[in-house]
């Protein structure tokens, strides 16, 4: 078993997050079998509570654990199925070691962080190391020969502490060649052209006190540094100077994998980690490279977000339009509208509503700005505007719905009036009791005959990822379905309904799952590519 592990000792936000799914790419096309870790330092048990403009996406698995956006990259570049135990937190640390001592596991033993929760962090590492994980591109089951692990943050945070001491005893119980690091730093360019080192150093200086070092370093900078850096960074850092590589930032992130390799960075891995190329495909570059492709027809497709308008906050999201839009054969531009100024009629936002082929309303929680999106919504129905309602998205249509169709009065969710007598969204039902916890990770949908979806799909049982707690008060579905937004797809196991299709529009769908986080470059989603194969025809 090989462990790469990543870190970064200047700036957080580097970019170790695409890297570390670029490794995976290239030991994938070389015949290796990899699976991921996220470190999280931070004491939060999970991303599950934290606000999207804090931490980017909260990404959802499978299995139904809430985590960081950075294991979508890992399952996107590869094509693989991740489970809660690829991600690591400290929070999550410190309550597998409490609920363990309550549970007499420490023997009445003082607990410490050097050993207890040292060794928690290095049995939880072992954990997916011989963990089996499913390769969703060639349809297997596989066993890693290779665990990557991202460290986030900076190495010196005081929440990376034990992390580090983790990494150092894991380190000091395997050979040499089973373990290497590779620091992920910024490289200062003065002028755009002289680099400053220093930083640099100060970072490998950083993880030698844990008696760390990098075996490999990568340069984030944009001008190619001379032999004369190359050699200083190797001197100060003692680092060989065919491991010091840099990585610039390019138009695309699919690009890095071809970058690397075209720099031999699999021959740099071979020699320190000692392991040699099992099989070679292009398969993976040349599938990424050409979502890198600027295409020349152009599609304008608008989010409708609150977050700040921020792309890491809904990262999933802008990934799939930009597989499926590729899939199409069109390159998408993404408009982003911002939800509260739409509310209060500003032009700009306005403008940059009407300029948009297609429009998403992604998923999110709270009011904030829900007027707004309500707003975009009755535009796109009034006005034949392609529209997919994600989650959130799709609560707020049925509102839209019911206000403007069916005349309700004064039709709400529960989430935002909970005195409402009117609430056409309510927390789920489920067995006949209402459940305010979050209904997460993959179910099974059937969908209806002869519906839009199922036409989409191709098929009639789809399984797909969900993150929510509210849904349609199933009182007011025979109204919906009677003026045409009729229900067209409901979970399998507890029967929610899970798909509402206008069937008088073109394509006004709202889905109570996230198709996005099943998007994959090998595989877009079926439902965006609909979306975006519809908001083409009027070019």
Same mark, same amino acid.
Request: proline share 3%; with cysteine; aromatic share 8%.
């Given at each position: 078993?090989?462990?790469?592990?990543?870190?970064?000792?200047?700036?957080?936000?580097?970019?170790?997050?695409?890297?570390?799914?670029?490794?995976?790419?290239?030991?994938?096309?070389?015949?290796?079998?990899?699976?991921? #870790?996220?470190?999280?330092?931070?004491?939060?048990?999970?991303?599950?509570?934290?606000?999207?403009?804090?931490?980017?996406?909260?990404?959802?698995?499978?299995?139904?654990?809430?985590?960081?956006?950075?294991?979508?990259?890992?399952?996107?570049?590869?094509?693989?199925?991740?489970?809660?135990?690829?991600?690591?937190?400290?929070?999550?640390?410190?309550?597998?070691?409490?609920?363990?001592?309550?549970?007499?596991?420490?023997?009445?033993?003082?607990?410490?962080?050097?050993?207890?929760?040292?060794?928690?962090?290095?049995?939880?590492?072992?954990?997916?190391?011989?963990?089996?994980?499913?390769?969703?591109?060639?349809?297997?089951?596989?066993?890693?020969?290779?665990?990557?692990?991202?460290?986030?943050?900076?190495?010196?945070?005081?929440?990376?502490?034990?992390?580090?001491?983790?990494?150092?005893?894991?380190?000091?119980?395997?050979?040499?060649?089973?373990? #290497?690091?590779?620091?992920?730093?910024?490289?200062?360019?003065?002028?755009?052209?002289?680099?400053?080192?220093?930083?640099?150093?100060?970072?490998?200086?950083?993880?030698?006190?844990?008696?760390?070092?990098?075996?490999?370093?990568?340069?984030?900078?944009?001008?190619?540094?001379?032999?004369?850096?190359?050699?200083?960074?190797?001197?100060?850092?003692?680092?060989?100077?065919?491991?010091?590589?840099?990585?610039?930032?390019?138009?695309?992130?699919?690009?890095?994998?071809?970058?690397?390799?075209?720099?031999?960075?699999?021959?740099?891995?071979?020699?320190?980690?000692?392991?040699?190329?099992?099989?070679?495909?292009?398969?993976?570059?040349?599938?990424?490279?050409?979502?890198?492709?600027?295409? %020349?027809?152009?599609?304008?497709?608008?989010? #409708?977000?609150?977050?700040?308008?921020?792309?890491?906050?809904?990262?999933?999201?802008?990934?799939?339009?930009?597989?499926?839009?590729?899939?199409?054969?069109?390159?998408?531009?993404?408009?982003?509208?911002?939800?509260?100024?739409?509310?209060?009629?500003?032009?700009?936002?306005?403008?940059?509503?009407?300029?948009?082929?297609?429009?998403?309303?992604?998923?999110?929680?709270?009011?904030?700005?829900?007027?707004?999106?309500?707003?975009?919504?009755?535009?796109?129905?009034?006005?034949?505007?392609?529209?997919?309602?994600?989650?959130?998205?799709?609560?707020?249509?049925?509102?839209?719905?019911?206000?403007?169709?069916?005349?309700?009065?004064?039709?709400?969710?529960?989430?935002?009036?909970?005195?409402?007598?009117?609430?056409?969204?309510?927390?789920?039902?489920?067995?006949?009791?209402?459940?305010?916890?979050?209904?997460?990770?993959?179910?099974?949908?059937?969908?209806?005959?002869?519906?839009?979806?199922?036409?989409?799909?191709?098929?009639?049982?789809?399984?797909?990822?969900?993150?929510?707690?509210?849904?349609?008060?199933?009182?007011?579905?025979?109204?919906?379905?009677?003026?045409?937004?009729?229900?067209?797809?409901?979970?399998?196991?507890?029967?929610?309904?899970?798909?509402? %299709?206008?069937?008088?529009?073109?394509?006004?769908?709202?889905?109570?799952?996230?198709?996005?986080?099943?998007?994959?470059?090998?595989?877009?989603?079926?439902?965006?590519?609909?979306?975006?194969?519809?908001?083409?025809?009027?070019?």
């Amino acid at each position: 078993m090989k462990h790469i592990v990543v870190t970064g000792g200047v700036v957080s936000g580097i970019g170790k997050g695409v890297f570390s799914s670029s490794i995976g790419t290239i030991l994938k096309s070389k015949g290796h079998n990899v699976a991921h #870790i996220k470190i999280d330092p931070y004491l939060n048990f999970s991303a599950g509570m934290m606000a999207p403009s804090e931490h980017g996406e909260v990404y959802v698995l499978n299995d139904g654990t809430e985590t960081d956006l950075d294991l979508g990259n890992y399952e996107r570049f590869q094509g693989i199925e991740l489970k809660s135990e690829n991600a690591i937190t400290g929070g999550k640390i410190f309550y597998d070691v409490i609920n363990k001592e309550k549970n007499g596991g420490y023997g009445g033993k003082t607990l410490q962080i050097n050993p207890n929760c040292v060794d928690e962090i290095i049995n939880q590492i072992n954990k997916v190391s011989s963990s089996e994980f499913v390769d969703e591109i060639n349809k297997i089951k596989f066993v890693p020969d290779v665990v990557i692990i991202e460290l986030g943050g900076t190495v010196g945070d005081h929440e990376s502490i034990m992390f580090l001491e983790a990494l150092y005893k894991l380190k000091t119980s395997l050979p040499k060649e089973d373990l #290497i690091f590779i620091s992920v730093d910024f490289l200062v360019e003065l002028r755009g052209v002289e680099h400053k080192t220093r930083p640099l150093q100060i970072s490998t200086r950083n993880l030698r006190s844990y008696g760390l070092s990098s075996d490999i370093i990568i340069c984030r900078g944009q001008n190619e540094m001379s032999p004369e850096i190359i050699s200083k960074i190797s001197t100060k850092c003692s680092v060989d100077e065919d491991s010091i590589i840099l990585l610039p930032t390019l138009s695309s992130v699919y690009k890095v994998p071809s970058f690397l390799n075209s720099k031999g960075f699999f021959n740099v891995l071979s020699k320190k980690l000692n392991i040699k190329e099992k099989e070679s495909t292009d398969f993976y570059f040349s599938r990424l490279e050409r979502l890198a492709k600027r295409k %020349e027809k152009e599609v304008n497709i608008g989010i #409708i977000a609150k977050y700040g308008c921020q792309a890491d906050s809904y990262a999933s999201v802008v990934h799939s339009i930009n597989f499926s839009a590729n899939e199409v054969g069109v390159h998408a531009e993404i408009i982003w509208i911002d939800s509260e100024k739409l509310e209060k009629d500003d032009e700009k936002e306005i403008e940059n509503l009407k300029s948009c082929e297609g429009i998403i309303v992604p998923g999110g929680f709270g009011s904030r700005g829900t007027e707004g999106k309500i707003n975009a919504i009755k535009y796109c129905r009034e006005n034949g505007i392609p529209f997919l309602g994600i989650c959130l998205g799709m609560q707020l249509s049925v509102i839209e719905f019911a206000r403007n169709v069916l005349g309700l009065e004064n039709p709400t969710s529960e989430e935002f009036n909970c005195k409402s007598e009117t609430q056409v969204i309510k927390y789920l039902n489920l067995n006949g009791v209402a459940s305010k916890t979050l209904r997460l990770g993959a179910n099974k949908i059937i969908l209806a005959e002869n519906s839009k979806i199922s036409s989409i799909y191709q098929d009639r049982v789809i399984s797909e990822r969900h993150r929510h707690r509210f849904g349609i008060a199933t009182k007011y579905l025979e109204e919906f379905e009677n003026k045409g937004y009729v229900c067209s797809g409901k979970s399998e196991c507890d029967n929610v309904a899970e798909i509402f %299709e206008l069937q008088s529009h073109r394509f006004f769908i709202g889905v109570q799952y996230h198709p996005e986080f099943n998007a994959k470059p090998y595989c877009p989603s079926k439902l965006l590519t609909a979306f975006i194969k519809a908001s083409t025809e009027k070019l």
